[in-house]
């Protein structure tokens, strides 16, 4: 039955259950901005997508919106979906941030979005309720899943490209399913309809993992060379020189395989990977089981999963690197 899943008492959402409100944000003739975070992954775009055919689906329209870039090699053919310039946008009625922990991660989107009724969508802890209506599940894998539970509440049928969409973003968020823990099979169920609609896991896993050029392969072979281990083998860092990605003429940084990579050794608990950027620190933070990678991320304005996390600040990389080693020390009750 369509919206039988809404909880009549809480503005807080559970596990497949959908705050009220939401539904009736998307049902207006509006033009919405669907907008996502910068440095975009296929979880945040494949999100937009699906939510951008919800609200056509509806009677509104849609701008897809996105900062960029679009550097990883399965999320390119997006690219020319989204737009880029928020001077080029219509005028726009309503906005749906979707998998951003805070407004300021979508970029220059965010004063776009301005006075505007908002919607928030997302599945990461510490994520701001800055919306007039926000659908924040931290116990949901992936934002694709929230989506999902989305079309399932309004009965929308699911068409092949929004199938693929919400596969690709769920695949890119649990790992390939590496990183679903117990009482998770929902991502399972919801898969397993996108199977069933012709969406190929194989094609998926292609993508995801080739694209690779050899300039890219050097990149990680470089950091992987600066891998330094620390707290007996349980922290493990490395960075990436200023400019370093350009002079190698690599197409993008190859994290997920570097991640992979790192914790193949069976002390790591957590990895670190920084980089400078026109005068700001840029990090990713990825952890196996207990340190909290989106708390310690937030103490330097960014945000994500607990296992999965990164920030941008304009502190310099060794007090940021100083700050991250005390907090993993004081998460480990040293």
């Known amino acids: 039955m369509i919206g039988s899943n809404l909880t009549p008492s809480s503005s807080l959402s559970f596990k497949g259950i959908i705050p ?10 509006d033009t919405f901005l669907v907008v996502g975070h910068s440095e975009p992954d296929a979880d945040c775009l494949g999100s937009q997508i699906a939510l951008a055919h919800v609200v056509q689906s509806l009677g509104g329209r849609a701008v897809l ?41 979508a970029g ?31 116990e949901a894998p992936s934002t694709a899943l929230l989506v999902f539970r989305i079309y399932e509440a309004l009965g929308l049928p699911l068409t092949p490209a929004v199938a ?43 993508l995801m993992t080739g694209g690779q050029l050899a300039t890219n392969l050097r ?13 007996e083998g349980r922290l493990a860092y490395t960075f990436e020189e200023e400019g370093e990605r350009e002079s ?20 790591v608990e957590m990895a670190v990977v920084l980089r400078t950027e026109n005068g700001a620190t840029i990090g990713g933070l990825r952890s196996r089981r207990t340190i909290d990678c989106a708390q310690i991320a937030s103490g330097l304005g960014g945000g994500g999963h607990v296992r999965a996390s990164g920030f941008r600040t304009e502190k310099p990389l060794d007090q940021v690197k100083t700050f991250i080693f005390a907090e993993f ?6």
């Open 164 to 206: 693929y969409s919400l596969m690709l973003a769920s695949c890119t968020d649990t790992g390939f399913f590496r990183h679903l823990g117990p009482a998770q099979g929902e991502t399972l169920r919801m898969c397993a309809q996108f199977s069933d609609l012709g969406v190929s896991l194989q094609d998926i896993h292609a």
């Open 219 to 231: 990149l990680l072979g470089n950091l992987l060379g600066r891998l330094q281990l620390h707290y």
């Open 65 to 105: 919106a996105s900062a960029g870039p679009f550097l990883r090699p399965e999320i390119k053919p997006w690219e020319s979906l989204f737009l880029a310039d928020p001077d080029a946008c219509p005028r726009v009625d309503r906005a749906v941030v979707l998998d951003c922990s805070s407004p300021s991660r």
């Open 108 to 138: 220059p989107w965010q004063a776009k979005m301005t006075g505007l009724p908002v919607l928030v969508i997302d599945h990461h802890a510490g994520t701001d309720r800055c919306g007039e209506v926000d659908y924040i599940d931290p």
């Open 20 to 29: 009220p409100g939401v539904l009736d944000f998307l049902k207006n003739p």
């Open 329 to 334: 020390e004081r998460a480990l009750g040293g």
């Open 248 to 267: 190698l003429q690599a197409s993008n940084r190859p994290s997920d395989l570097l991640y992979q990579l790192i914790f193949t050794i069976d002390s």
